[in-house]
């Protein structure tokens, strides 16, 4: 099987994270019941990420009904998970730099074809992939499956590629047909990941922010500060993070401080309208000349 210009230990080490992945999803849906806080789900994957031999790739993500993403608990989050809520569980591993970025819907809501719609269209994305193939091609076939059930792909969200220390790169594989767009190319690592909604088909920013990435190291006169970004440059090696990974007292203004430099960006919660739903499903996969390789194989089943 040809990877294109990918190294065969670049190949190895996203198969490991792959590996890793599917083994803490599988643990973590499970995990997921009324009653469960958000914390103990998202606390207990990280845990178990770094048990396997990994490291988080980011912060895992918990959506709750018309949130889609960037959605984690805060420290100390007392918030359960209720007896109707739509939750999608969004999981990054790397391994030495290599990424694997899944996500899966566990729904208590009883709408099962939602869910369903998302995981069907992710289906139908990963038979038009190939080296060569446009990703407008693939986002036809997102498009074309969600429709059919009724419901709307999120318009302005999209997959993407996976670079090493870089979770979002491109090629940008949009949920709905392009013409004249990008070709895959054999070797390119990427994460396509559908999102179905029985609301508009375009989320917005809400005012809820917990995960931030570093934009640029500086320096800070303030010690809160200063410590976050000692902390934020030794470990999460440019990768997202959460604020409740932070050890400094006063994280919140620590970030606050540090956003105003211009040294972090943060990441607010995206989401459709009060009272849609969104579901999401998602693999990674190395692009080969012929076809792909799933690096998350088995996270369905």
């Not at 591993?93 to 869910?115: K, P, R």
């Not at 091609?137 to 302005?156: F, H, Q």
Request: proline fraction near 4%; charge should be negative.
């Amino acid at each position: 099987m040809s990877y294109g210009d990918l190294s065969e230990e670049a190949v190895e080490k996203h198969q490991e994270a792959g590996d890793i992945l599917v083994e803490v999803m599988e643990e973590a849906r499970e995990l997921v019941e009324p009653g469960v806080t958000h914390l103990e789900v998202a606390e207990t994957a990280e845990e178990r990420i770094v048990e396997l031999g990994g490291e988080p790739a980011f912060p895992v993500n918990i959506s709750i009904d018309h949130e889609a993403s960037h959605a984690t608990p805060e420290a100390d989050d007392e918030t359960v998970f209720g007896e109707d809520d739509m939750v999608c569980l969004d999981v990054g591993v790397h391994v030495d730099g290599y990424i694997a970025d899944s996500a899966v819907t566990v729904d208590f809501s009883g709408n099962d074809e939602l869910v369903e719609a998302a995981e069907q269209a992710l289906d139908a994305a990963l038979d038009e992939v190939e080296a060569g193939s446009e990703v407008g091609v693939v986002g036809g076939a997102i498009e074309d499956v969600i429709d059919g059930y009724g419901y709307s792909p999120v318009l302005n969200l999209s997959g993407h590629g996976l670079q090493r220390y870089d979770a979002h790169t491109g090629p940008s594989i949009p949920n709905r047909g392009v013409d004249r767009s990008a070709e895959l190319e054999a070797g390119q690592v990427v994460a396509i990941e559908p999102f179905a909604t029985d609301g508009s088909g375009k989320v917005g920013e809400g005012s809820h922010e917990q995960i931030f990435e570093l934009q640029e190291e500086r320096s800070v006169r303030d010690r809160a500060a200063r410590q976050a970004m000692d902390q934020i440059t030794a470990e999460f090696d440019g990768l997202p993070f959460a604020e409740r990974w932070l050890d400094t007292p006063r994280p919140s203004m620590a970030l606050r401080r540090l956003k105003a430099d211009g040294a972090v960006k943060g990441y607010p919660v995206l989401q459709e309208d009060e009272g849609k739903l969104v579901s999401q499903a998602e693999h990674t996969l190395i692009v080969t000349e012929d076809g792909y390789e799933l690096t998350t194989a088995g996270l369905f089943e």
